[in-house]
T-cell receptor, first 117, second 118 residues
């Protein structure tokens, strides 16, 4: 079973508008972290934002915020005021703290975001 | 801080030859490095995890004799694709975790290597 599910293979958004990229996860570990990364066409992986399972508040980093709904096991990324440079692949990933697996990340399949001018 | 340098950025090699990809942590000591493979428009697929000074742990289905990983120092890990075939053409990307990192620390990635085998 998929541990990280990103149901939107592709998304379009108009420049300056907000967009939400979905991520749901599945784990029985009570301690875990969720990460979002951006991968432009050049290939590098850029860390955007982190949410811990025990964090009381939703994480925010500049124009990025995380809509964390623990009971629903969802950690959606919200990008406000989209810019043309936001066009990229976006990956959601999870680290299970008690997995004892070198702290490796479990990755979703990604969402391709295109920002239209 | 936390810069990971991966070299080369792209490489073209002939079928049957071997190619080495280097992953260096420039400003921190990387106790663990992860090697990923990524096909176009797909997710990252973890190939192996290497810990400094010990043998790499390969994921199921990854041929350890074909993808040789060496993590000889705290700042360098290498992936050698041996006897490359066209189906090995892919994007390979490494990431590193420092000794001091905690569970909520993000991985630091190299910029990737695009390998084309002709």
């Amino acid at each position: 079973a998929q541990k990280i599910t990103q149901t939107q293979p592709g998304m379009f958004v108009q420049e300056k508008e907000a967009v939400t990229l979905d991520c749901t996860y599945d784990t029985s570990d009570p301690s875990y972290g969720l990460f979002w990364y951006k991968q432009p066409s050049s290939g590098e992986m850029i860390f955007l934002i982190y949410q811990g399972s025990y964090d009381q508040q939703n994480a925010t980093e500049g124009r990025y915020s995380l809509n964390f709904q623990k009971a629903r096991k969802s950690a959606n990324l919200v990008i406000s005021a989209s810019q043309l440079g936001d066009s990229a692949m976006y990956f959601c990933a999870m680290r299970e703290f008690n997995a004892g697996n070198n702290r490796k990340l479990i990755w979703g399949l990604g969402t391709s975001l295109a920002v239209n001018p | 801080g936390a810069v990971v340098s991966q070299h080369p950025s792209w490489v073209i090699c002939k079928s049957g030859t071997s190619v080495k990809i280097e992953c260096r942590s420039l400003d921190f000591q990387a106790t663990t490095m992860f090697w990923y493979r990524q096909f176009p428009k797909q997710s990252l697929m973890l190939m192996a995890t290497s810990n400094e000074g010990s043998k790499a742990t390969y994921e199921q289905g990854v041929e350890k004799d074909k993808f040789l990983i060496n993590h000889a120092s705290l700042t360098l890990s290498t992936l050698t694709v041996t006897s490359a075939h066209p189906e090995d053409s892919s994007f390979y990307i490494c990431s590193a975790r420092s000794q001091e990192s905690s569970y909520n620390s993000p991985l630091h990635f190299g910029n990737g290597t695009r390998l084309t085998v002709t």
